[in-house]
């Protein structure tokens, strides 16, 4: 496992983490039972991962109360990672559909201090508001009681996770350019990469490191999701729709030739383009398994795309990943 500095932070992160939402829902077609969840964040730690991102709202603190099990006595040696912002205490969430926000400084407070409980500890490393608004990144009280709790040490460093789909470019410019972010988090992968670039752009001249979800495309570039393919109504992937999966693939049959100049497979390529952005501080791949933790801290050995080779896969995206015919002669 490679490691790598989380923004201005100075904090040393493993390049893959943990995203601990899986553990909490079952929005991957997979429930996850408790004894389970504890065995992966352990064999997560084993394989080198550091880094463990959740959020409050992830089955109501569920997975919080489990990251903080299977850690207990070891909290200097992890990064925690979580997410606010959503009234999860006075509204219930049906299906998938979204709670109402509240990122105001109260809540701030209250929604802390539940989460240090759950944790059990008295510090979170990463505190980042979740799928803020542009209200949010424009509230100077805020951002001064976030920076606040940074002084107490409550806090080590806050950042935001946008979303809920591809993410909001406006509202995640002005939070890299107006406010101390440590760390901005989105959707970035081969098959999506805006509004990324900008991010990872502007986060350059700001010393933000950047967090990507999302990498493998809901599991597009897996090679377990086909055009056949049908998401239960409770997948979180059931938004994706069949256009683009079928799109998806033929764009994935155009790169096959740039993994396999490389003795790579796709999720290879797909893993390794990312890393090979030097702004990337940590890649967030959904692991529902074993056997997948391993399969993506091994991809975290410092062989990535070099700057012509990542440069020519994104031309390849601007392209739309059409691939000029050779003519029959």
């Known amino acids: 496992m490679k490691y790598r500095t989380l923004g201005k932070s100075g904090m040393k992160v493993s390049e893959i983490g943990f995203g601990a939402w899986t553990i909490g829902l079952d929005w991957w077609g997979k429930k996850i039972d408790d004894e389970e969840a504890v065995r992966m964040l352990k064999r997560a730690y084993d394989l080198g991962i550091n880094f463990y991102e959740t959020a409050d709202m992830y089955g109501k603190g569920k997975s919080e109360r489990l990251m903080a099990q299977a850690f207990r006595g070891m909290r200097d040696e992890v990064v925690y990672s979580s997410k606010w912002g959503y009234d999860m205490y006075s509204a219930e969430q049906i299906g998938h559909s979204e709670l109402p926000q509240k990122h105001d400084p ?7 201090g539940k989460s240090l409980e759950r944790l059990q500890t008295d510090y979170i490393d990463v505190y980042s508001l979740h799928n803020p608004k542009m209200g949010a990144i424009k509230s100077d009280a805020l951002f001064a009681a976030l920076d606040d ?77 086909t055009a056949e393919t049908k998401f239960d109504k409770n997948d979180h992937r059931s938004f994706r729709k069949q256009e683009f999966i079928m799109e998806a693939m033929q764009k994935i049959e155009n790169m096959k030739p740039i ?50 080779e990542a440069a020519g896969v994104e031309q390849m995206y ?10 029959s002669k």
Not at 153 to 169: Q, R, V
Request: hydrophobic letters at 40%; charged letters at 20%; glycine letters at 8%.
């Open 259 to 308: 993994a396999n100049g490389k003795s790579w497979n796709i999720t290879e390529l797909a893993i390794k383009f990312i890393l090979s952005q030097k702004q990337i501080s940590v890649v967030l791949p959904t692991m529902i398994s074993m056997e997948e933790i391993e399969m993506f801290t091994s991809i975290s050995d410092g062989n990535y795309l070099n700057a012509s």
């Open 106 to 112: 109260e809540f701030l407070q209250f929604a802390l």
């Open 318 to 327: 601007e392209k739309n990943f059409y691939v000029q015919p050779v003519a």
């Open 149 to 225: 709790l940074v002084a107490k040490g409550t806090i080590k460093s806050h950042g935001a996770a946008l979303g809920p789909a591809i993410g909001w470019k406006d509202e995640g410019l002005e939070a890299i350019r107006s406010r101390n972010i440590t760390c901005l988090q989105t959707v970035y992968n081969i098959l999506e990469q805006d509004p990324g670039r900008d991010f990872l752009r502007e986060a350059e001249c700001h010393k933000v490191g950047i967090m990507v979800r999302v990498p493998d495309a809901s599991g597009l570039l897996t090679g377990k999701v």
